[in-house]
Protein backbone atom coordinates (compact mmCIF):
# COMPACT_ATOMS: atom_id res chain seq x y z
CA UNK A 1 0.00 0.00 0.00
CA UNK A 2 3.06 2.27 0.94
CA UNK A 3 4.68 1.43 -2.07
CA UNK A 4 1.52 2.43 -4.11
CA UNK A 5 1.57 5.69 -2.87
CA UNK A 6 4.77 6.39 -3.40
CA UNK A 7 4.64 5.37 -6.94
CA UNK A 8 1.56 8.07 -7.10
CA UNK A 9 3.77 10.99 -5.73
CA UNK A 10 6.41 10.42 -8.44
CA UNK A 11 3.84 10.15 -10.89
CA UNK A 12 2.28 13.46 -9.77
CA UNK A 13 5.91 14.89 -10.10
CA UNK A 14 7.07 13.60 -13.08
CA UNK A 15 7.15 16.53 -16.29
CA UNK A 16 4.26 15.95 -18.54
CA UNK A 17 4.65 14.83 -22.01
CA UNK A 18 5.15 17.74 -24.37
CA UNK A 19 1.93 16.58 -26.64
CA UNK A 20 -0.32 17.17 -23.49
CA UNK A 21 0.39 20.28 -22.51
CA UNK A 22 -0.57 20.82 -26.27
CA UNK A 23 -4.24 19.33 -25.88
CA UNK A 24 -4.83 20.86 -22.80
CA UNK A 25 -4.50 24.45 -24.60
CA UNK A 26 -6.65 23.24 -27.51
CA UNK A 27 -9.27 21.99 -24.99
CA UNK A 28 -9.05 25.39 -23.10
CA UNK A 29 -9.30 27.30 -26.12
CA UNK A 30 -12.07 25.32 -28.00
CA UNK A 31 -14.68 25.02 -24.59
CA UNK A 32 -14.88 28.59 -25.00
CA UNK A 33 -16.18 28.73 -28.59
CA UNK A 34 -19.77 29.57 -28.48
CA UNK A 35 -21.65 26.02 -29.19
CA UNK A 36 -18.74 24.18 -28.72
CA UNK A 37 -20.65 20.98 -27.36
CA UNK A 38 -21.97 20.70 -30.67
CA UNK A 39 -20.32 18.81 -33.46
CA UNK A 40 -19.98 20.53 -37.39
CA UNK A 41 -22.98 17.88 -38.59
CA UNK A 42 -25.24 19.35 -35.53
CA UNK A 43 -25.43 22.12 -37.37
CA UNK A 44 -26.46 20.73 -40.77
CA UNK A 45 -29.64 19.75 -39.34
CA UNK A 46 -33.06 20.62 -40.67
CA UNK A 47 -36.60 21.64 -38.56
CA UNK A 48 -39.78 21.51 -39.98
CA UNK A 49 -42.31 23.50 -38.63
CA UNK A 50 -45.73 22.57 -39.00
CA UNK A 51 -48.57 24.89 -38.69
CA UNK A 52 -51.14 21.94 -38.22
CA UNK A 53 -51.20 18.15 -37.94
CA UNK A 54 -53.23 18.13 -41.28
CA UNK A 55 -52.36 15.11 -43.66
CA UNK A 56 -50.95 17.50 -45.96
CA UNK A 57 -48.55 18.74 -44.22
CA UNK A 58 -47.07 15.46 -42.75
CA UNK A 59 -46.86 14.54 -46.35
CA UNK A 60 -45.07 17.37 -47.72
CA UNK A 61 -42.41 17.23 -44.62
CA UNK A 62 -41.72 13.61 -45.57
CA UNK A 63 -41.34 14.28 -49.13
CA UNK A 64 -39.03 16.88 -48.55
CA UNK A 65 -36.98 14.68 -46.18
CA UNK A 66 -36.63 11.40 -48.41
CA UNK A 67 -36.04 13.53 -51.48
CA UNK A 68 -33.62 15.97 -50.14
CA UNK A 69 -31.85 13.21 -48.45
CA UNK A 70 -31.67 11.62 -51.27
CA UNK A 71 -30.25 14.34 -53.68
CA UNK A 72 -27.61 15.48 -50.93
CA UNK A 73 -26.55 12.07 -51.01
CA UNK A 74 -26.51 11.42 -54.95
CA UNK A 75 -24.31 14.73 -55.05
CA UNK A 76 -21.93 14.31 -51.90
CA UNK A 77 -23.48 17.23 -50.43
CA UNK A 78 -22.68 17.79 -46.49
CA UNK A 79 -26.57 17.67 -46.07
CA UNK A 80 -26.49 13.80 -46.76
CA UNK A 81 -25.35 13.89 -43.04
CA UNK A 82 -28.25 15.74 -42.13
CA UNK A 83 -31.09 14.85 -39.21
CA UNK A 84 -34.42 16.30 -39.98
CA UNK A 85 -36.78 16.87 -36.96
CA UNK A 86 -40.43 17.51 -37.82
CA UNK A 87 -42.23 19.17 -35.08
CA UNK A 88 -45.47 21.22 -34.62
CA UNK A 89 -45.24 25.24 -34.27
CA UNK A 90 -46.90 24.72 -30.23
CA UNK A 91 -44.68 22.39 -29.15
CA UNK A 92 -41.26 24.39 -30.55
CA UNK A 93 -38.87 25.24 -28.11
CA UNK A 94 -37.43 28.77 -29.76
CA UNK A 95 -34.30 28.43 -27.80
CA UNK A 96 -33.39 25.08 -29.44
CA UNK A 97 -33.70 26.92 -33.20
CA UNK A 98 -29.81 27.58 -33.06
CA UNK A 99 -29.12 23.88 -33.30
CA UNK A 100 -30.22 24.05 -36.77
CA UNK A 101 -28.59 25.47 -40.60
CA UNK A 102 -32.23 26.07 -42.03
CA UNK A 103 -35.96 26.45 -40.65
CA UNK A 104 -38.74 24.75 -42.73
CA UNK A 105 -42.43 25.89 -42.41
CA UNK A 106 -45.25 24.69 -43.67
CA UNK A 107 -48.48 26.39 -43.93
CA UNK A 108 -49.39 30.07 -42.28
CA UNK A 109 -49.21 30.03 -39.10
CA UNK A 110 -45.92 28.55 -38.96
CA UNK A 111 -44.66 31.07 -41.47
CA UNK A 112 -45.76 33.96 -38.95
CA UNK A 113 -44.84 32.89 -35.72
CA UNK A 114 -40.92 31.76 -36.66
CA UNK A 115 -40.22 35.02 -39.10
CA UNK A 116 -40.85 36.98 -36.32
CA UNK A 117 -39.02 35.21 -33.57
CA UNK A 118 -36.35 33.53 -35.53
CA UNK A 119 -33.70 36.48 -37.08
CA UNK A 120 -30.61 34.38 -37.77
CA UNK A 121 -31.17 31.78 -39.35
CA UNK A 122 -32.63 31.16 -43.07
CA UNK A 123 -36.02 30.48 -42.41
CA UNK A 124 -38.05 28.28 -46.02
CA UNK A 125 -41.96 28.72 -45.66
CA UNK A 126 -44.04 26.74 -47.61
CA UNK A 127 -47.66 26.13 -48.12
CA UNK A 128 -49.04 29.65 -47.62
CA UNK A 129 -51.57 31.33 -50.72
CA UNK A 130 -49.86 34.76 -52.15
CA UNK A 131 -52.81 36.53 -51.14
CA UNK A 132 -53.20 35.86 -47.49
CA UNK A 133 -53.23 38.77 -45.98
CA UNK A 134 -51.14 38.00 -42.49
CA UNK A 135 -48.53 37.12 -45.08
CA UNK A 136 -48.13 39.90 -46.96
CA UNK A 137 -48.20 42.37 -43.85
CA UNK A 138 -44.91 40.19 -42.23
CA UNK A 139 -43.44 40.54 -45.47
CA UNK A 140 -40.24 42.47 -44.65
CA UNK A 141 -39.94 41.60 -40.86
CA UNK A 142 -37.44 38.73 -41.59
CA UNK A 143 -34.77 39.56 -44.31
CA UNK A 144 -34.09 35.27 -43.94
CA UNK A 145 -37.57 34.30 -44.28
CA UNK A 146 -38.39 32.67 -47.91
CA UNK A 147 -41.77 32.81 -49.10
CA UNK A 148 -42.79 29.82 -51.64
CA UNK A 149 -46.25 29.98 -52.87
CA UNK A 150 -48.86 27.61 -53.35
CA UNK A 151 -49.68 29.99 -56.29
CA UNK A 152 -48.67 29.38 -60.24
CA UNK A 153 -47.40 31.30 -62.07
CA UNK A 154 -50.17 33.39 -64.18
CA UNK A 155 -48.15 32.46 -67.82
CA UNK A 156 -49.11 28.53 -65.91
CA UNK A 157 -52.31 28.56 -66.90
CA UNK A 158 -52.86 30.37 -69.97
CA UNK A 159 -50.14 28.31 -71.46
CA UNK A 160 -52.73 25.18 -70.29
CA UNK A 161 -55.33 27.08 -72.13
CA UNK A 162 -53.26 27.28 -75.00
CA UNK A 163 -52.69 23.37 -74.85
CA UNK A 164 -56.11 22.75 -74.35
CA UNK A 165 -57.35 24.23 -77.67
CA UNK A 166 -56.46 26.66 -80.61
CA UNK A 167 -60.13 27.70 -80.44
CA UNK A 168 -59.60 29.03 -77.27
CA UNK A 169 -58.58 32.87 -77.65
CA UNK A 170 -60.78 34.99 -76.09
CA UNK A 171 -60.28 34.74 -72.30
CA UNK A 172 -62.34 36.05 -69.54
CA UNK A 173 -61.30 36.36 -66.18
CA UNK A 174 -62.64 38.59 -62.99
CA UNK A 175 -60.19 40.45 -60.74
CA UNK A 176 -60.40 42.59 -57.80
CA UNK A 177 -59.48 46.05 -58.91
CA UNK A 178 -57.13 46.47 -56.17
CA UNK A 179 -54.40 43.66 -57.99
CA UNK A 180 -53.09 44.91 -60.32
CA UNK A 181 -50.10 42.63 -59.98
CA UNK A 182 -52.38 39.84 -61.06
CA UNK A 183 -53.72 41.89 -64.30
CA UNK A 184 -50.50 42.97 -65.58
CA UNK A 185 -48.90 39.30 -64.93
CA UNK A 186 -51.44 37.89 -67.27
CA UNK A 187 -51.22 40.46 -69.83
CA UNK A 188 -47.95 40.02 -70.10
CA UNK A 189 -48.41 36.15 -70.45
CA UNK A 190 -51.28 36.71 -72.88
CA UNK A 191 -49.43 39.20 -74.83
CA UNK A 192 -46.72 36.51 -75.56
CA UNK A 193 -48.99 33.36 -75.99
CA UNK A 194 -51.02 35.72 -78.27
CA UNK A 195 -54.50 35.30 -76.68
CA UNK A 196 -56.89 37.91 -75.81
CA UNK A 197 -57.72 38.73 -72.67
CA UNK A 198 -60.98 40.24 -71.49
CA UNK A 199 -60.73 41.49 -67.95
CA UNK A 200 -63.49 42.31 -65.39
CA UNK A 201 -62.15 44.40 -62.62
CA UNK A 202 -64.36 44.63 -59.50
CA UNK A 203 -64.30 46.80 -56.97
CA UNK A 204 -66.74 44.50 -53.76
CA UNK A 205 -67.89 41.02 -53.62
CA UNK A 206 -71.16 41.53 -54.92
CA UNK A 207 -70.30 42.24 -58.11
CA UNK A 208 -68.70 38.95 -58.86
CA UNK A 209 -72.18 36.98 -60.78
CA UNK A 210 -72.50 40.91 -62.73
CA UNK A 211 -69.05 40.59 -63.85
CA UNK A 212 -69.48 36.89 -64.78
CA UNK A 213 -72.58 37.51 -66.50
CA UNK A 214 -70.94 40.50 -68.68
CA UNK A 215 -68.02 38.21 -69.66
CA UNK A 216 -69.91 35.11 -70.93
CA UNK A 217 -71.01 36.28 -73.89
CA UNK A 218 -68.07 37.39 -75.33
CA UNK A 219 -65.47 34.74 -74.27
CA UNK A 220 -64.55 31.17 -75.50
CA UNK A 221 -63.07 30.13 -71.77
CA UNK A 222 -63.17 31.54 -68.09
CA UNK A 223 -59.87 31.31 -66.45
CA UNK A 224 -59.98 31.93 -62.53
CA UNK A 225 -57.54 32.86 -60.40
CA UNK A 226 -56.78 32.23 -56.38
CA UNK A 227 -58.45 35.25 -54.93
CA UNK A 228 -60.42 33.99 -52.10
CA UNK A 229 -62.43 37.14 -52.58
CA UNK A 230 -64.00 36.03 -55.72
CA UNK A 231 -63.61 32.49 -56.02
CA UNK A 232 -64.77 30.76 -52.25
CA UNK A 233 -67.29 28.32 -50.43
CA UNK A 234 -70.42 30.62 -51.04
CA UNK A 235 -69.72 31.45 -54.79
CA UNK A 236 -68.23 28.75 -56.50
CA UNK A 237 -71.01 26.24 -56.92
CA UNK A 238 -72.99 29.52 -59.14
CA UNK A 239 -69.90 30.49 -60.77
CA UNK A 240 -69.66 26.84 -62.07
CA UNK A 241 -73.56 26.97 -62.81
CA UNK A 242 -73.41 30.47 -64.63
CA UNK A 243 -70.55 28.94 -66.83
CA UNK A 244 -72.02 25.87 -67.12
CA UNK A 245 -75.13 27.03 -68.77
CA UNK A 246 -73.46 29.14 -71.40
CA UNK A 247 -71.21 25.98 -72.30
CA UNK A 248 -68.26 27.86 -71.36
CA UNK A 249 -65.79 25.89 -69.80
CA UNK A 250 -63.99 26.91 -66.53
CA UNK A 251 -59.96 26.93 -65.84
CA UNK A 252 -59.71 25.95 -62.20
CA UNK A 253 -56.64 26.93 -59.78
CA UNK A 254 -56.45 23.51 -57.67
CA UNK A 255 -57.23 20.17 -58.03
CA UNK A 256 -60.85 20.93 -55.25
CA UNK A 257 -61.58 22.97 -58.24
CA UNK A 258 -61.57 20.47 -61.17
CA UNK A 259 -63.29 17.36 -58.61
CA UNK A 260 -66.41 20.38 -58.19
CA UNK A 261 -66.08 21.04 -62.12
CA UNK A 262 -64.24 23.33 -63.96
CA UNK A 263 -62.21 21.54 -67.28
CA UNK A 264 -58.91 21.71 -66.00
CA UNK A 265 -56.67 23.01 -63.95
CA UNK A 266 -52.66 23.88 -63.17
CA UNK A 267 -51.75 23.68 -59.74
CA UNK A 268 -49.12 23.00 -56.70
CA UNK A 269 -49.54 19.35 -55.44
CA UNK A 270 -47.56 18.19 -51.90
CA UNK A 271 -44.98 17.17 -54.26
CA UNK A 272 -44.53 20.04 -56.51
CA UNK A 273 -44.03 21.60 -53.52
CA UNK A 274 -41.49 19.42 -51.36
CA UNK A 275 -39.50 19.31 -54.28
CA UNK A 276 -39.22 23.24 -54.41
CA UNK A 277 -38.42 23.36 -50.92
CA UNK A 278 -35.83 20.75 -51.58
CA UNK A 279 -33.91 22.65 -54.48
CA UNK A 280 -33.94 26.03 -51.82
CA UNK A 281 -32.40 23.79 -48.86
CA UNK A 282 -29.83 22.25 -51.55
CA UNK A 283 -28.79 26.10 -52.86
CA UNK A 284 -28.46 26.67 -49.40
CA UNK A 285 -26.29 24.15 -48.35
CA UNK A 286 -24.31 24.37 -51.28
CA UNK A 287 -23.30 27.85 -50.23
CA UNK A 288 -25.56 29.67 -53.38
CA UNK A 289 -28.24 31.87 -53.13
CA UNK A 290 -31.79 31.21 -52.75
CA UNK A 291 -33.15 32.69 -55.82
CA UNK A 292 -36.07 35.21 -54.40
CA UNK A 293 -37.71 35.99 -51.13
CA UNK A 294 -40.58 35.52 -52.86
CA UNK A 295 -41.19 32.47 -55.10
CA UNK A 296 -44.31 31.19 -57.45
CA UNK A 297 -45.07 27.71 -57.80
CA UNK A 298 -41.76 26.15 -59.73
CA UNK A 299 -43.67 22.54 -60.50
CA UNK A 300 -47.15 22.22 -61.81
CA UNK A 301 -49.59 19.56 -61.85
CA UNK A 302 -52.31 18.95 -64.26
CA UNK A 303 -55.83 17.83 -63.75
CA UNK A 304 -58.27 16.95 -66.31
CA UNK A 305 -62.05 16.54 -65.75
CA UNK A 306 -63.29 14.01 -68.32
CA UNK A 307 -67.25 14.25 -67.13
CA UNK A 308 -67.01 17.49 -67.79
CA UNK A 309 -65.37 17.73 -71.06
CA UNK A 310 -68.21 15.06 -72.15
CA UNK A 311 -71.00 17.23 -70.84
CA UNK A 312 -69.36 20.01 -72.89
CA UNK A 313 -68.67 18.07 -75.81
CA UNK A 314 -65.32 18.48 -75.41
CA UNK A 315 -62.09 16.44 -76.58
CA UNK A 316 -61.02 14.02 -73.70
CA UNK A 317 -57.38 15.07 -73.23
CA UNK A 318 -54.50 13.26 -71.31
CA UNK A 319 -52.75 15.12 -68.55
CA UNK A 320 -49.36 14.25 -69.21
CA UNK A 321 -49.62 15.37 -72.97
CA UNK A 322 -50.87 18.46 -72.02
CA UNK A 323 -48.39 18.93 -69.78
CA UNK A 324 -45.81 18.36 -72.01
CA UNK A 325 -47.15 21.01 -74.70
CA UNK A 326 -47.56 23.44 -71.59
CA UNK A 327 -43.83 22.97 -70.88
CA UNK A 328 -42.88 23.67 -74.20
CA UNK A 329 -44.69 27.25 -74.47
CA UNK A 330 -43.43 28.06 -70.64
CA UNK A 331 -40.12 27.03 -72.07
CA UNK A 332 -40.10 29.28 -75.60
CA UNK A 333 -42.53 32.01 -74.18
CA UNK A 334 -41.28 32.82 -70.76
CA UNK A 335 -37.57 32.59 -70.63
Do not use: W
Request: aromatic content about 8%.
Amino acid sequence: MCASRQQTKENKNKPLPKILPILYILFSLFSLLPGAALSQNDYNNILILLSDNKDVYLDVATTITNSTIKYCRNHELSCQNSNYDIVHISSYDQQTHKNYKAIITLGTHAAIVSGKNIQDITIISALIPKNNVMIQENLMTNPKQHFLYLDQPAGHSLALIKALSSRFEDIGIVVDSKDQDTVESLQNAAMRLKLNLLIEQIFSNDQVGTAINNLLERIDIFLTTPDTNIHNKSTVSNILLSTYRKRVPLIGFSSAYVKAGALAAVYSSPEDIAYQVRDNIIAHFSSKQIPLEQQMGKYFSVLFNTDVARSLGFPIKSESKLKSRMMDYIEHDFD
